[in-house]
């Protein structure tokens, strides 16, 4: 059997507050959205593109997302692509694909929007610290181990 990898890490800005449901059997899904953006120069001109994310949440973190997050939090997510489909009332068979996240990282004061570090995600210290996330070398953090990822062994 082949291996295949379906891995999304996305660290941007919620574009609205998540919404918080519950399905008939009482599981929490929350939905959101998460904004990103990539820029790049050609010929010395500076152009931005913004790309827009459907996320959604189950259980304990779809509740912990609800609590934690509001429209503009910047958030660091790990998850996997799905994508969903249905047929309309008219007939027209209709596609959503969305990140399915199984972790999530606060990267923002809720009250203020001030960047935090790993040490006050974690709970470890409570001042704020001004550091903006283009200050964080994302590699850096992932070699170093900052993140558990399931399986991981460390």
């Known amino acids: 059997m082949s291996r295949s990898v379906n891995k999304v890490l996305l660290i941007g800005n919620l574009t609205r507050d998540p919404e918080v449901r519950y399905t ?16 790049w120069t050609i010929d010395g001109n500076k152009k931005e593109v913004v790309d827009f994310h459907n996320l959604v949440a189950w ?11 509001t429209k503009g ?9 799905q994508t969903r489909d249905w047929v309309t009332e008219d007939g027209q068979k209709r596609y959503k694909t969305e990140v399915v ?9 809720k009250k203020t929007g001030v960047s935090m570090n790993d040490r006050e995600i974690a709970g470890e210290e409570t001042q ?3 550091q903006s996330i ?8 992932l070699s170093e181990g900052g993140f558990d990822t399931p399986g991981s062994t460390e």
């Not at 599981?27 to 990539?38: E, I, K, L």
């Open 134 to 141: 283009d200050d964080i070398d994302l590699d850096q953090v």
């Open 73 to 81: 939090s910047k958030v660091y997510v790990e998850g996997r692509l």
């Open 128 to 130: 704020v610290v001004d």
């Open 24 to 39: 008939p059997q009482g599981n929490a899904v929350a939905s959101f959205g998460v904004a990103t953006n990539r820029e």
């Open 59 to 69: 259980n304990k973190l779809a509740e912990l997302c609800g609590q934690l997050l």
């Open 101 to 109: 996240i199984d972790e999530m990282i606060v990267l923002s004061n």
